[in-house]
């Protein structure tokens, strides 16, 4: 849904975006031809193929409305200041640590004047990338291609977060951050030349040490006080015989060991 949202945008951007819109398409209809025969060509040889994608799929919302209401009525409690960062996993329910809705995560943790200004910056943020992408286009910047592409990646993660918790999720947040970085590399480097990367990458020796101490004493306390403590709950919840959710290693403790 995100992708088709995000194909949608890109075709009315010129001759660039109704390329990239096609790429995807063909891309889209490999996938579903290699699914048609990787999977059905293997259950028509004789093999039994459990938990078909398609057997799973429905019409229903999988509890977000649930998780939704709980957000909102956090905001109604809390308007100004919220409840905290990921302070809605501190309240139980039958579901999920999150509502699976950015903003309404935000605004449910952080309050509504925190959410507004984040909106903004958000809706700023796509103003300035799809300008400067035209930019980019119009002038034959060899980077061109690459911005359009991440741009894209980027903003269909944020309409995935709409319905879904990829900005809470430690491998979406890896490829999130991974690709935010480098479409602020190539930005800076498409703007103004030289003279600008300096001017905005000039940071002080200062602040490198401080942020290498603050990784460092982070994985420190990971390592030393968090993975034992981790590893034993994860062992009582094998003794327990709760396999709900697998393989979902942020609400187990740890990935998994082979034969468990």
Sequence with gaps: MAMAVVMGCAFFMGAMGRKWFFLQFLGSLSGMLLYKVFVWGISSMGFE????AGDRISATMSSR????GQAILMMQKKPILGFGPMHFANIPNSYAAHPHQSLLQWVSEW?????ILMAMMVIFSIYSMVKHSKILIKENDPNAPLYFCLSTALFSSLVQSQVDGVFVIPYTQFWIVLILGWLISVHFQTVGGKNNQSKYFKIHVFWIHGILFAVVLMLFSVFIYEAPRTYAGYNLLLESGMKRYEPRFWLHGVIGQSGK
């Design 111 to 115: 309050g509504v004047p925190s959410a």
């Design 65 to 68: 409305g649930v998780l939704w």
């Design 49 to 52: 193929v459990l938990h078909l």
